[in-house]
């Protein structure tokens, strides 16, 4: 069977709704046709200012937001990150192979680093890039779905490969990006021309899928909309009530057209109660899951557990070849 592989960072208190529809519906509906691992990279998570009990502690709620969303332990690997130390390792044979140049054109780097600063911006948040490579790449994976902020850096792990390939001899796999355009950027509610973010300004803009069913309420009903009355699909003449149709579609999965005719002769605020309603549903009860799954840890730990013994299966023998084509004394 082809391999899939795909990553969410722990670096907030919860997953949001962007991260839902862009990523994890996607790893979900993969985990059939495909053999599936899924990881929680804390070792990305610490590329910017932490703090240790904190970072622990998200772990643990992104493995139970993964669970609630449907990642099923017995037909994919869940992980994390550090329990497989074969990632880091190929980082660092994939850093002499990235050039400087190359690493400096990522614009995420770009955006975060000028958020805080370049000078507060640590090198590990500039290697970040090749350790997503490696984090691919040692599973040999065929598909790698995310949201489209992530598109670059899969290119960035396809030349990569294809570099290494070509310098000591087929080793990787040349993974794709699953990107369904549909849902491959879901926008900030306060401000629709900006992708819903972790760290974004306004705490109004981002549903979280831990939240109550009266802030999901609020934050849906007081999505800024645009000028006009009239429910149309114009993703660039109306970008806020686009960003309302595409989520109730990905939720509801109706297409857009019947959407937009079911709500034909209607207001905005008619939308925006609706579809306050149908997020309200799902975050509650995938509040719920999440909450129920963390008051077993041991059950967690079991099932990260395996998933990690899965993955260093995989992992070491992907490794062992690196290190072979890559000119390693090994074998003693
Ligand atoms: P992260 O943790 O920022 O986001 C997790 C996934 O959610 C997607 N996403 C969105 N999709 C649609 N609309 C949005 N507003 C939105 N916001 C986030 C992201 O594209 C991503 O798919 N570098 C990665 C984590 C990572 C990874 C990997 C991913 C580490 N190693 C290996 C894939 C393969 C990241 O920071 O995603």
């Keep these: 069977r082809p391999r899939v592989l795909s990553g969410a960072q722990p ?36 590329t910017v200012e932490y703090d240790p009990a904190q970072l622990r502690e998200r772990t643990y709620i992104a493995a139970a937001q993964l669970l609630a969303a449907g990642v099923d332990p017995s037909r994919s690997a869940l992980f994390v990150q550090s329990h497989v130390p074969e990632h880091a390792q190929l980082a660092w044979i994939l850093g002499g192979i990235t050039g400087f140049g190359e690493a400096s054109r990522m614009t995420q780097f770009k955006d975060k680093s000028a958020k805080n600063g370049s000078d507060s911006a ?24 995310v949201g489209e902020d992530q598109r670059q850096h899969v290119e960035l792990t396809r030349n990569l ?5 070509h310098r000591f001899g087929e080793t990787f796999v040349v993974p794709e990006a699953h990107i369904v355009k549909a849902t491959a950027k879901i926008y900030d509610l306060q401000d629709p021309t900006a992708k819903m973010s972790k760290s974004s300004l306004s705490p109004n803009g981002v549903v ?22 009239e429910i149309t699909w114009d993703p660039t003449g109306k970008p806020g009530i686009a960003n309302l149709l595409s989520i109730y579609s990905a939720l509801t999965d109706q297409p857009i057209d019947s959407i937009v005719k079911q709500y034909e002769g209607q207001q905005y605020g008619h939308l925006k109660v609706a579809l306050a309603d149908l997020v309200a549903d799902f975050v509650e009860s995938f509040g719920n899951r999440t909450r129920e799954l963390l008051d077993d ?10 998933g990690a013994l899965q993955a260093r299966e995989v992992a070491s023998k992907t490794l062992e070849l690196v290190y072979e084509r890559s000119g390693f004394v090994r074998g003693i």
């Design 11 to 46: 670096t907030a208190d919860s997953y949001h709704l962007g991260n839902y529809f862009g990523a994890f519906k996607q790893w979900v509906a993969l985990q059939d046709e495909f053999e599936a691992f899924y990881f929680i990279p804390d070792l990305h998570a610490i």
């Design 122 to 145: 640590s090198v590990g948040l500039f290697t970040y890039p090749i350790l997503m490579a490696a984090d691919i790449l040692i599973y040999q994976a065929d598909r790698v779905p």
């Design 297 to 306: 840890r041991g059950e967690l730990d079991r099932i990260l557990a395996q």
């Design 161 to 165: 490969a294809q570099r290494f390939n």
């Design 208 to 229: 979280s899928l831990l939240d109550s069913r009266k802030q999901v309420t609020k934050k849906i009903r007081s999505a800024v909309t645009d000028s006009g009355s």
